[in-house]
């Protein structure tokens, strides 16, 4: 990371962060690895841990129990799509930006597919990286520029392949959504950052944060991503 970083973490004026984010560095280079927790640290995030392998990765990351998990995707022993769907599984609320040298597509599809929030290429400024991690804190999807409706475009196309084990029409709806959470998940659907829903609804980031939250635990999904391809499902991103 070569530009010179300003922004301090858990300073979030919209998520409402409490206190420094958490975050922990995976990498195998040693100097890339150490200048990327650097950089945060000055800026002001908790660096709780860092590793080398995937393995590690996945033991370290259970132990010191991160907000934020910056993972690259070529690792020892463990890939890193491994490490991103073991730690995603085990806890759910585990926020994960791919930071990879690789922009190849089906890199980044494997990537979001296993649970990753956000994938950032190595090019990217210590700037960029920073508000990366920060909008990824709050739950904010963050790719690098031209890889979002990449992404976008295979929710749609996982949407339209037939589901494993639909339910009869004489099974019980799913559980009913205010008009607000609605409004919300079609937004969250056509692809809309936590802030831009915010500013079109005109209310606060943490109340958009809620409304997914609570749309989440009514139909017991895990994630944006289950919680994107239920609305491409249903068409509320033509809406």
């Known amino acids: 990371m070569t ?3 300003n922004g301090r973490g858990g300073q979030d004026g919209q998520g409402g962060q409490q206190g420094a984010i958490k975050v922990m560095v995976v990498d195998d280079h040693p100097m890339w690895r150490d200048a990327v927790a650097r950089d945060l640290t000055e ?8 590793a080398g392998d995937g393995d590690q990765a996945v ?3 259970k132990a010191a129990a991160p907000d934020v998990l910056v993972l690259d995707l070529n690792l020892p022993a463990k890939p890193g799509v491994q490490v991103c769907k073991e ?7 585990l926020r994960v930006l791919v930071l990879s040298a690789s922009g190849e597509h089906a890199d980044v599809l494997e990537a979001v597919k296993s649970g990753a929030t956000g994938y950032l290429l190595k090019s990217a400024s210590t700037e960029e990286l920073l508000d990366a991690v920060r909008r990824t804190a ?10 979002a409706g990449l992404v976008l475009g295979e929710y749609r196309r996982l949407a339209s392949e037939p589901a494993p084990a639909a339910p009869d029409a004489d ?9 607000r959470e609605t409004e919300v998940l079609r937004l969250v659907a056509k692809g809309l950052s936590y802030k831009q829903i915010a500013e079109r609804l005109v209310i606060s980031h943490r109340t ?5 939250q609570n749309t989440l635990g009514k139909l017991q999904l895990h994630n944006r991503v289950e919680l994107v391809r239920y609305a491409i499902e249903r068409g509320l991103d033509d809406e």
């Open 138 to 147: 709050v739950g904010d999807p963050v790719f690098t520029p031209g890889l």
């Open 43 to 50: 800026s002001g995030f908790d660096v709780v841990a860092t």
């Open 87 to 93: 730690l995603v599984g085990h806890n759910p609320a």
């Open 59 to 61: 033991r370290r990351a």
């Open 208 to 212: 958009v944060q809620n409304h997914v």
């Open 3 to 5: 530009d010179t970083a």
């Open 171 to 179: 099974q019980p709806k799913a559980p009913q959504l205010t008009e």
